[in-house]
């Protein structure tokens, strides 16, 4: 099986069609996290940026609009395709972007003047490589910024659906480096400051950020749900369910929902995300 096998066929299958559909909700989700990024990336006029797992392009074409370049790239064709056409119609000329995999593929050594991701430096199966790989396509004294995930119970937007499911089902301890790939692998502040130390990087800091999600930008209580219920990991916590346990759980997940729904803006919910960076 080649690198990252298994993310290529996620997000070029049905990891993609969520993301795909709701490109714009996700960026209203995710807004206060990325103003987080950015405003550490502290972008200038003369830098080169790269965005790795760009997804639909948000962050890319924010960096862009402060940056002289940004490329993004992403192992996901049908997001790729997405971003690409954000930028025809946003008019940016100085904004690209590629289908590659960032673990492997073949930068040009000191090209980038800043590496960004927003979530998307979780999926390596080789993570002490791929960012090896990102230092050595930063210039000396290049910077990484990028967020990721605390755990799944630090998370109040997803541990709503965890308590419902936990009756019927176990909950499987989602992420560390050693468990592989996913949502999760970067939830140890430790381990993340360590896979950047050995791949080479210095001056690294991982601090906590808290902040208050819209969930799926926004929206009625039934729009909030249906977003909810379409994730992937939701879709996998309620897997192993009979019909009858996942009635349950959609009532018992859409009651919490309720109570936390401001009528006209949306629900609001704790989310909780590291913010690392670090220099070549």
């Known amino acids: 099986m080649s690198p990252n096998q298994q993310q290529f066929e996620a997000w070029n299958g049905p990891e993609s069609v969520h993301y795909v559909d709701n490109a714009d909700r996700y960026d209203r989700q995710l807004a206060p996290i990325a103003d987080a990024l950015l405003q550490r990336a ?3 006029s003369r830098h080169s940026v790269l965005d790795v797992g760009c997804g639909c392009g ?16 992403d192992i996901s064709r049908p997001l790729v395709e997405v971003a690409a056409d954000r930028a025809r119609l946003a008019s940016l000329d100085n904004a690209e972007f590629l289908v590659a995999d960032a673990q492997t593929h073949d930068f040009v050594n000191g090209a980038f003047d800043v590496v960004i991701s927003q979530f998307g430096l979780m999926f390596f199966d080789d993570p002490v490589l791929a960012f090896s790989n990102l230092r050595r396509a930063l210039a000396p004294d290049g910077r990484i910024v990028f967020t990721t995930w605390q755990g799944l119970s630090a998370n109040e937007w997803l541990t709503l659906v965890a308590r419902a499911v936990a009756p019927y089902s176990d909950v499987p301890d989602l992420g560390g480096v050693a468990n592989g790939a996913g949502m999760f692998a970067l939830k140890d502040s430790s381990e993340t400051a360590a896979l950047l130390e ?12 808290s902040p208050t999600i819209l969930l799926g930008g926004g929206g009625t209580l039934d729009e ?14 309620l897997s192993g369910l009979d019909a009858e346990q996942r009635e349950a759980v ?13 009528p006209g ?5 704790g989310a909780a995300v590291w913010l690392v960076s670090g220099r070549s």
């Open 42 to 44: 502290e972008l200038e």
């Open 58 to 73: 948000a962050t890319t074409l924010t960096a862009a609009g402060d940056a002289r370049s940004a490329l993004g790239v």
């Open 198 to 209: 050995a791949a080479g990087f210095r001056d690294i800091s991982v601090e906590p950020v």
């Open 224 to 237: 909030s749900a249906d977003f909810l219920f379409g994730l992937g990991i939701v879709r996998g916590l």
């Open 250 to 262: 959609t009532e018992t997940v859409r009651a919490e929902l309720e109570r936390c729904h401001e």
């Open 265 to 269: 803006t949306g629900v609001r919910l």
